[in-house]
């Protein structure tokens, strides 16, 4: 008994540790952005100060304005999102369900392409796009938005495809349902958890993206995160409305995070436990 | 024209690459008749079941149904319904969905779901669970649902895939009897895979025995008990199943290690033979087999006692506890009648 309370308090303890090392950058970000630029730079720093809205204020419709930027990074993380899941659900019941020949050589190589570093694909990636003439484009953004996301995608859902006994589409399929139709009406339904945790994360993926975005945009396609940048020039930083863009730019985040709280958690946990995946 | 629902298997062979699943089964069920596929695990029983249901392609053969060639037919177009053993109840449906399902594929009107739907509930005692998920449902209740979803749309072959496995004890007895009066009923043809011997003993009008991947028996479960056409089917059927003995026949003698018994019957020429007597056929007495009591085991309604014979035992069972105990020297009898014989080369009853 007594063991037990002091491995759940260590617990606690480094559990606030971590906690605090987390939500410490976020807390700054959120009291700077409701200060005045004197008071970011006073120093020692104040806890207590009159708070202002004057940074959204700017940085949503003054002249620094992000509203085209936040329009920006949402239409690529919705087409990216969209067509990531239009190709990625087909293809993850594919190699769950058939027997195709080197689907396990299949399975490796999706994941491999997970390991190479961004940096070493973003020259190729620029010199592509620009034979092509797609830099700076939405359709160019997003397609390179698709390497990356479209094996994440297949692989996270494959785990829950095969969650799934293959009776179930049998039945299905005895009950002259045909394999679209088995499944539509018998999988789909049931992998919905998987498909919105998939969701979450390719969108998340998409919408913090900067390097490609930084190298690949321009003045067409400039997500927030790149934009974000404009407040921080050679002569100053401007703090305040970084801030405040910064908390802007996470709100989407945090919300989807806190819908999709409950999915994503047993997403995470999908195959620990048996059956404790699934419903 | 008879009522439909006639199957034939026509040499059918499964390979699963270097594995050979099925050697041949040829087989005819005739329309409306209870046929078991009966046999160990492994035995190639479900893989059967499945080219029926069109779930698997056979390797080679034909699969006919009412004359028809559904070889490579989909198992939509076969107009067959089957019953897993998991159930594959969808977990995200209603009872009432679950059932309505295969109604829904082929576009029925809604009304007739409606009354479809509550026909089939009602035939297996669950209409009123119809607004349930099936995980809130016993497994009892789960397999009456997977029942329905099999009746409600009248097919022509009704195929049950070890469907009583997954009950106690208790409500498999009753299921199977209810089984068996739904099947009667519906006039439907139902091929039921079953390791269970008495299972498929009490269901089926007929019965095919498989072992490894081929059909060693054909029969009704009478037929199949009285007179195992093999050694293996012998020793499967039975509980305990039949004992065995190596034992050397000569005209009217059978003799077992040394010891020699004679008999009324002319047993034919000198040959070594496999004699097969069940247990229930063995009987204490003065004179037969002579061997020790092993050990006496009560399963309450019977007693179960292991006799060694030389290095062999052999199982008798009787009803009332015999008046022998363990370390015993006992004699063994039995009626002519209840001798099997096997030849020992060929396996197969002589």
């Not at chain 1, 936040?70 to 239409?75: D, H, P, Q, V």
């Not at chain 2, 749309?153 to 009897?177: C, H, Q, V, W, Y």
């Not at chain 2, 037969?288 to 008798?316: F, M, P, S, Y």
Request: net charge positive.
């Amino acid at each position: 008994m007594k063991g037990r309370s002091v491995a759940s308090a260590s617990l606690i303890a480094v559990a606030g540790v971590v906690l605090t090392l987390w939500t410490f950058p976020v807390l700054w970000a959120l009291l700077t952005s409701f200060k005045t630029e004197r008071d970011v730079l006073a120093y020692p720093p104040t806890l207590v100060f009159s708070p202002t809205l004057a940074n959204y204020r700017d940085v949503l419709f003054g002249a620094t304005t992000i509203l085209p930027n936040l329009i920006s990074s949402f239409i690529v993380s919705v087409l990216a999102t969209a067509l990531t899941m239009l190709i990625a659900v087909p293809a993850a019941y594919s190699l769950a369900r058939l027997d195709l020949p080197a689907k396990r050589a299949g399975g490796f190589y999706i994941l491999a392409t997970q390991m190479l570093p961004p940096v070493g694909l973003v020259i190729p990636y620029f010199l592509v796009l620009q034979k092509v003439g797609w830099l700076d484009s939405y359709k160019g953004l997003v397609l390179i938005y698709l390497t990356f996301s479209l094996p994440f995608a297949i692989w996270l859902l494959v785990s829950y495809f095969e969650d799934i006994p293959r009776e179930m589409e049998e039945a299905a399929l005895i009950d002259r349902a045909g394999r679209l139709r088995a499944l539509l009406y018998v999988i789909l339904p049931q992998v919905r958890g998987g498909i919105a945790v998939t969701v979450v994360f390719v969108f998340l993926n998409a919408w913090n993206e900067f390097l490609f975005a930084v190298v690949l945009g321009g003045n067409t396609v400039r997500p927030v995160t790149v934009a974000m940048f404009n407040f921080i020039s050679v002569e100053q930083t401007l703090w305040a409305k970084l801030a405040a863009a910064a908390i802007i730019a996470m709100a989407p985040v945090i919300l989807l995070g806190l819908i999709a709280q409950r999915h994503i958690v047993k997403g995470l946990t999908v195959g620990a436990v048996k059956g404790g995946g699934r419903r | 024209m008879t009522r439909p629902g006639q199957i034939v298997l026509r040499d059918i062979i499964k390979r699963h690459g270097a594995v050979t699943a099925l050697h041949g089964i040829n087989l005819e069920i005739p329309a409306g008749e209870f046929f078991a596929l009966l046999g160990p695990s492994g035995s190639g029983k479900t893989t059967t079941l499945r080219i029926i249901a069109g779930l698997e392609q056979p390797t080679e053969g034909r699969v006919l149904v009412d004359g028809a060639d559904v070889t490579n037919s989909e198992p939509g177009d076969r107009d067959v319904a089957m019953v897993f053993q998991s159930y594959a109840l969808y977990p995200h449906m209603t009872v009432f969905q679950n059932i309505a399902f295969p109604l829904r594929m082929v576009a029925t009107p809604k009304a007739e779901i409606d009354a479809s739907v509550r026909d089939a509930a009602e035939k297996v005692h669950i209409a009123h669970l119809l607004d349930r998920k099936p995980g809130q449902l016993s497994g009892g209740q789960q397999q009456r649902c997977a029942l329905a979803r099999a009746i409600v749309r009248k097919p022509r072959l009704f195929l049950l895939d070890e469907p009583l496995s997954n009950l106690d004890a208790k409500l498999r007895l009753e299921t199977r009897g209810e089984l068996k009066k739904l099947q009667r009923s519906l006039g439907v043809t139902a091929v039921y895979v079953t390791h269970d011997q008495e299972e498929a003993m009490t269901v089926a009008d007929r019965m095919a025995v498989f072992m490894e991947g081929r059909i060693a028996q054909v029969g009704t479960p009478d037929d199949v008990f009285q007179r195992p056409a093999t050694i293996d089917v012998a020793a499967f059927l039975g509980s305990p199943p039949m004992n065995l003995l190596e034992a050397q026949i000569e005209g009217h003698e059978i003799s077992f290690g040394g010891q020699r018994l004679h008999f009324d019957r002319d047993l034919g020429v000198a040959r070594a033979a496999i004699a097969g007597i069940r247990p229930s056929a063995l009987k204490f007495g003065d004179a037969g087999l002579a061997g020790r009591v092993d050990l006496i085991e009560q399963l309450g309604e019977a007693t179960i006692v292991n006799v060694l014979v030389g290095d062999k035992a052999v199982r008798v069972r009787s009803e009332r506890r015999p008046p022998v105990s363990e370390g015993q020297d006992v004699k063994l009898s039995f009626e002519p009648r209840d001798l099997h014989l096997f030849d020992a080369s060929t396996r197969s009853r002589v």
